[in-house]
């Protein structure tokens, strides 16, 4: 069973801001918060992760509230180009451990 | 270029064959995954190698028998395919932090 629960489906009006919640109330202390999106029938692709800082990139912010029990995706100005299914995961970083996914939010960017 | 690459990209054939998929990165990564990713779009891992060795095998059938002849390969040979194996395998790597997915090879068992 995923370690994360995410709401099935998201509607966002191009360029405003997506937010995306996750929960992860099961975390373990060494455990990453990895965010990652499957565009139709692409490979997933990385989006952002963290510890327990908030965190930035060219593609999205990642908010992990102080009790690391949840975390937000923040895509600042959603394009149509970024709907698609985004899934949260918890994991560690060695090779030993593994993904896995939930069912994920399928985001929906209307024009 | 591409960082993860897989052959072939579609894949049909009939039940009982056997049959292959391949995967590779120019990543320099140490560890390589197969995935699969069913109808209803459920990802589930099925492998996990590191530097060719296998790490991670999530019980699958052992009709599946990955092959890693090198740290930038990662193959899987699919014996005696059967109607469920119908799905689409994405390959993967990692150093470290986050993985690289390959474009996926979707296989379709008639």
């Known amino acids: 069973d995923a370690k994360t629960t995410q709401p099935p489906s998201m509607d966002c009006a191009e360029g405003r801001a997506a937010n995306l919640p996750c929960n992860h109330s099961t975390i373990s202390g060494n455990e990453y918060v990895y965010w990652y999106r499957q565009i139709h029938s692409q490979g997933p692709q990385y989006i952002i992760h963290g510890l327990k800082n908030n965190e930035t990139n060219e593609m999205a912010s990642l908010i992990i509230t102080e009790d690391r029990k949840s975390s937000t995706l923040i895509l600042p100005h959603a394009t149509l180009r970024d709907t698609a299914v985004y899934y949260c995961i918890v994991s560690g970083t060695s090779g030993t451990y593994k993904y896995i996914f939930g069912t994920g939010t399928r985001l929906k960017v209307l024009a | 270029d591409t960082a993860v690459s897989q052959t072939p990209k579609y894949l049909v054939t009939q039940m009982g064959n056997d049959k292959s998929i391949k995967c590779e990165q120019n990543?320099?990564?140490?560890?390589m995954y197969w995935y699969k990713q069913d109808s209803k779009k459920f990802l589930k891992i099925m492998f996990s190698y590191n530097n060719k060795e296998l790490i991670i095998n999530e019980t699958v059938p052992n009709r599946f028998s990955p092959k890693s002849p090198d740290k930038a390969h990662l193959n899987l040979h699919i014996n005696s395919l059967e109607l469920g194996d119908s799905a689409v395998y994405f390959c993967?790597?990692?150093?470290?932090?986050?993985?690289?997915f390959g474009p996926g090879t979707r296989l379709t068992v008639l």
């Open positions: 990543l320099g990564h140490d560890t």
């Open positions: 993967a790597s990692s150093q470290g932090q986050g993985q690289f």
